[in-house]
């Protein structure tokens, strides 16, 4: 015995032509409403999956790779931020949220900061950071 079904979905859609100059597309409008430090987002994550290893929620980084969608080494830097002295976290985690423009700060320039291994190194590390002016 054979089924019948038939299945009819009302999508909007308009057809562009591909002929001829292609259109210039105007530029989407900024976002205004302000978002999170891509950093501090990164700060929280890093926080959150620790959290799920001591609960034993997942065994390891590899789970949470899998669980996340990126790779093991991803995992492995951002849990890196973990090493960062209390202050700098609380300092990442507080950071004020964007509204246009670029970053205050790059991940790349925080691993800087935690690659080194003694909490004094990275204080005066991160006030270079801040004195630089990439934290503004």
Same mark, same amino acid.
């Given at each position: 015995?054979? &089924?019948?079904? %038939?299945? &009819? /979905?009302? +999508?909007?859609?308009? &057809?562009?032509? $591909? ?5 210039? %597309? *105007?530029? &989407? ?7 999170? +430090? @891509? /950093?501090?987002?990164?700060? +929280?994550?890093?926080?959150?999956? $620790? ?12 789970? =949470? +790779?899998?669980?996340?969608?990126? !790779? @093991? ?6 849990? #890196? ?6 202050? /700098?976290?609380?300092?990442? =985690?507080?950071? *004020?949220?964007? !509204?246009? #423009?670029? *970053?205050? /700060? ?14 004094? #190194?990275?204080?005066?590390?991160? %006030?270079?950071?801040?004195? =630089? #002016?990439?934290? %503004?």
């Amino acid at each position: 015995m054979k &089924a019948d079904f %038939k299945l &009819a /979905i009302r +999508a909007p859609f308009v &057809a562009e032509p $591909n002929r001829g100059k292609p259109r210039i %597309k *105007e530029k &989407a409008a900024e976002p205004t409403s302000p978002r999170p +430090a @891509r /950093i501090a987002v990164l700060m +929280a994550l890093a926080i959150h999956m $620790n959290q799920l290893l001591c609960e034993g929620h997942v065994k390891d980084y590899a789970e =949470l +790779a899998m669980l996340a969608g990126v !790779t @093991r080494a991803r995992v492995s830097q951002v849990m #890196g931020l973990l090493s960062l002295a209390p202050d /700098i976290q609380d300092s990442v =985690l507080s950071l *004020e949220p964007m !509204t246009t #423009g670029r *970053e205050w /700060i790059c991940e790349r320039a925080l691993r800087e900061v935690v690659a080194l291994s003694c909490w004094r #190194g990275q204080r005066k590390m991160w %006030k270079h950071v801040q004195h =630089l #002016g990439i934290l %503004k």
